[in-house]
């Protein structure tokens, strides 16, 4: 694999839903505040690949498009995202892969592991989530409940842009404070 070079002289100075987010958005600094609430060493070059891959946001996007099982209609545009979070969620999904699919899940995850471990958050910034569909919620959920994702998940430092991705007759937003001893990326 050729070796990319990675602008890392720019630290973000906040990250917004960069996993769902137009490609466009990410980097566009304007757009960031000014409050600096994250920090991280600079990201290898498999970490970059596979955060790229996750968030399909990078040209040479390696996105695999034959896999060996049916991948919704709906993800057709996302199958590392789609296919990373189900294999964190369900053993079956991972085991229907064959071995070579899962050496390149494997592969992803252990890097955007890594990759979230080095990141430093700072100050006690709150994160908000939207979505879209109530069976992302808890069963007998109401206002303050608990909520755990056993995948990778977006935030934004903006309500508004959490707010974009809710059905508007049926809004849920997660709220989350983070705490320095929380990591992210």
């Known amino acids: 694999m050729e070796e990319k070079e990675f602008d890392t002289s720019v630290k973000p100075k906040q990250i917004g839903n960069i996993v769902a987010e137009a490609p466009g958005t990410y980097n566009a600094q304007k757009e960031l505040k000014s409050v600096q609430c994250f920090q991280t060493e600079k990201p290898t070059i498999p970490e970059m690949v596979s955060l790229g891959d996750y968030q399909d946001v990078h040209p040479w996007n390696t996105q695999k498009q034959d896999w060996s099982f049916k991948i919704s209609e709906n993800w057709k545009?996302?199958?590392w995202c789609y296919v990373i979070n189900s294999c964190c969620r369900s053993q079956d999904f991972y085991n229907s892969m064959v071995k070579e699919e899962q050496d390149l899940i494997d592969f992803r995850i252990k890097n955007l592991d890594t990759l979230i471990e080095k990141g430093k958050i700072?100050?006690?910034?709150?994160?908000y989530?939207?979505?879209s569909e109530v069976d992302w919620l808890p069963e007998n959920h109401g206002e303050k409940t608990e909520y755990t994702e056993d995948a990778f998940g977006s935030f934004s430092l903006e309500?508004?842009?959490a707010y974009q991705y809710v059905n508007p007759k049926n809004p849920i937003i997660f709220q989350l404070t983070l705490k320095p001893e929380m990591r992210a990326f």
Do not use: L, M, Q, S
């Open 129 to 131: 989530r939207g979505v």
């Open 77 to 79: 545009k996302k199958p």
């Open 159 to 161: 309500f508004e842009k």
């Open 122 to 127: 700072i100050g006690n910034p709150i994160v």
